[in-house]
């Protein structure tokens, strides 16, 4: 059919969808139909007029009928009601198990803590502080065990406790991105704690007391972080079982669970906090009144949390819960000679980190043990006096404040395993240009390892000139681009690698601005990993196997510092490979800018292609 025939045929049709678009209030059978019709008329004019006009209107008006289609739906008022009275029932019914998992760790732990207590009266030091317990025994000697309680105002008080609480749920939570194993060392320290902590009072006579004025608050506050453990097991279970979705997209899945579960519980850390400044500290109060109220407490969550998602699912649940759109995977290789926006170089580096993860995470392992290899065998100190983790989640810059110590000789071993991992990323660069496998052979490249120690050195001057002013902070991420410029640029300056020291700063110059935002997202995520290497948990976890197993202390003394160092310093190289991804991806885009070498290839394509096309005609 000519085009003109095919306009003459529809052109009422297409002009009484455009008045059915001009009306407000359409019905949705004849938007429906409508809809059916202009989508046939569209596949056939993209199928016989691909390059008319016709072909523009109709996809023109087909979108916005879709859009008019699409607001038209009736939309869900009581969307909050609904998250509470059947969405968060369903995934409470859907995770039982995990939440029981959950419970029954915390409670298994409780006793060990309990019978730890019992048979090293100093263990409540070492889980609670030395200073916590001697201020309760003081307390208990003044006749107050629990004064502790009613040592600020109510309001503060409360408003602390709920930030506090807030924060060790949401860590309890995203510690689950370990496969679970995170938010399992939470619940088993606090389960720990707890324990410890009743049967300290218990030894003292105060078992009562301190249940009575505990559990006032502790009824909803243990509950919520026995919860937000599920929530991380949750979360952890799409990495550990997939089923038969891929491991990153089970994980998506299971993440979006898991972040329910602790939204769903926000509402009770804040009652608890309120409870705990409030009310928790009347213990005057009769102790009928307390228990009845402790009782309450523990209904209000076990027949929330447990007990309604059992009876909705027996009922039956309205609207059963959807998988999430699931982003198709980006398994094409990167596009490296084109000009690039931020959001895209970020996106392109962790499709990198993605895969080739296994070979990333093998790497850095590699060179975190050369580095405590060389350090723990060349070193006069005693092991345990070399280098002292903080035991606290986010101590990031106080352990790269001793693993870049310009008067040792770390640094200068770090410059080494960094120049390596600016080589392994050219490897990697080097597949996704060429479309091949990974190839880790030696070859020319692993010279330029030597030189790249150089500006490897620098960036390392550049974060330790930051520890002696904490204000400079704002200062790397507008050096640390240059610096990395030249890092790997070295291995991408052809035929000359001694141009990148030139090339480098010119090039990351045309987009600047675009690194700055990206390497500041990586410093940030690159901290966390740092912080975790050295965070309390670990620390928790090493005591209880020695505990356990009964290992000896002088062996624990020798390997808790290897573990800590190996682990920071494995972290560390696995931020550094983000740093070159975003790195190599900005030098090529920036290069493109420049230079233009990829649009120059282009045109000159442009006569040969036509005169291929016409000489196939002939």
């Not at 799409?238 to 491991?247: D, E, I, N, V």
């Not at 610096?483 to 600047?512: E, R, T």
Request: charged share 15%; proline share 4%; net charge positive.
């Amino acid at each position: 059919m000519k085009e003109t025939q095919f306009i003459k045929q529809n052109k009422e049709k297409w002009q009484r969808l455009e008045e059915v678009l001009k009306q407000p209030n359409a019905k949705a059978d004849e938007l429906s139909d409508l809809f059916v019709q202009v989508t046939d008329d569209l596949s056939y004019s993209r199928t016989f007029y691909p390059n008319r006009s016709i072909r523009a209107y109709l996809n023109w008006l087909a979108q916005r009928l879709f859009f008019k289609i699409y607001r038209a739906k009736k939309i869900k008022k009581n969307t909050f009601v609904n998250f509470w009275t059947e969405e968060l029932p369903q995934i409470m019914y859907e995770s039982r198990w995990e939440v029981l998992l959950a419970f029954s760790i915390f409670v298994l732990t409780f006793f060990i803590g309990a019978l730890s207590q019992s048979m090293d009266p100093n263990f409540a030091n070492t889980i609670l502080g030395s200073s916590y317990v001697e201020m309760t025994i003081r307390n208990i000697e003044k006749g107050d065990p629990l004064a502790v309680y009613k040592s600020s105002g109510p309001f503060g008080m409360s408003m602390a406790i709920i930030s506090n609480n807030l924060y060790v749920a949401f860590l309890t939570f995203i510690l689950g991105v370990f496969a679970s194993i995170g938010a399992i060392g939470i619940l088993i320290r606090n389960g720990v704690m707890v324990g410890v902590f009743q049967y300290f009072f218990y030894e003292r006579g105060l078992l009562g007391e301190s249940f009575l004025t505990i559990w006032m608050h502790g009824a909803i506050e243990i509950s919520s972080i026995i919860l937000a453990g599920a929530a991380g097991i949750v979360m952890g279970k799409g990495l550990l079982f997939p089923g038969t979705y891929h491991r990153m997209k089970a994980f998506q899945i299971t993440a979006q669970r898991g972040l329910k579960i602790y939204l769903g519980i926000v509402p009770a850390i804040i009652v608890a906090g309120i409870i705990e400044g409030y009310i928790t500290r009347l213990t005057h109060t009769p102790d009928i009144i307390r228990l009845l109220f402790i009782l309450l407490s523990f209904a209000f969550m076990i027949g929330y949390y447990v007990i309604f998602p059992i009876i909705k699912h027996r009922r039956g649940f309205r609207n059963k819960n959807q998988i999430p759109y699931l982003q198709p995977d980006n398994d094409t290789p990167v596009q490296l000679n084109i000009i690039k926006p931020a959001g895209v170089i970020f996106t392109d580096a962790l499709s990198i980190y993605r895969r080739y993860g296994k070979a990333i995470l093998k790497f850095s392992a590699g060179l975190a043990f050369f580095f405590v290899l060389v350090i723990f065998s060349t070193s006069d100190q005693a092991i345990g006096d070399i280098f002292h983790f903080a035991k606290y989640f986010g101590s990031a810059m106080s352990t790269l404040n001793q693993l870049l110590n310009f008067e040792e000789i770390y640094p200068y071993i770090n410059a080494f395993a960094f120049g390596g991992v600016a080589w392994f990323t050219s490897r990697i660069i080097s597949s996704e240009k060429n479309k091949t496998p990974l190839s880790t052979k030696i070859d020319k490249n692993i010279l330029i390892w030597i030189l790249a120690i150089i500006p490897a050195l620098a960036f390392q001057y550049l974060i330790s000139f930051i520890k002696v002013n904490g204000a400079l902070i704002l200062f790397m991420p507008t050096m640390a681009p240059i610096i990395l410029s030249v890092c790997v640029g070295l291995f991408y300056a052809k035929p000359n690698p001694l141009s990148a020291f030139i090339k480098g700063p010119k090039y990351v110059l045309k987009h600047y601005w675009v690194e700055i935002s990206i390497q500041t997202i990586m410093l940030i995520m690159g901290f966390m990993l740092i912080s975790l290497a050295s965070s309390s948990i670990l620390y928790f976890l090493i005591y209880l196997f020695g505990m356990n197993f009964q290992a000896d202390n002088q062996w624990l003394s020798v390997m808790t510092p290897i573990i800590f160092t190996f682990l920071a310093e494995w972290m560390i190289f696995i931020t550094f490979f983000g740093f070159t991804f975003v790195s190599s991806l900005t030098w090529f885009s920036a290069r493109e800018i420049a230079e233009a070498t990829s649009l120059r290839k282009t045109i000159q394509k442009i006569g040969t292609e036509k005169r291929i096309k016409g000489m196939l005609r002939e």
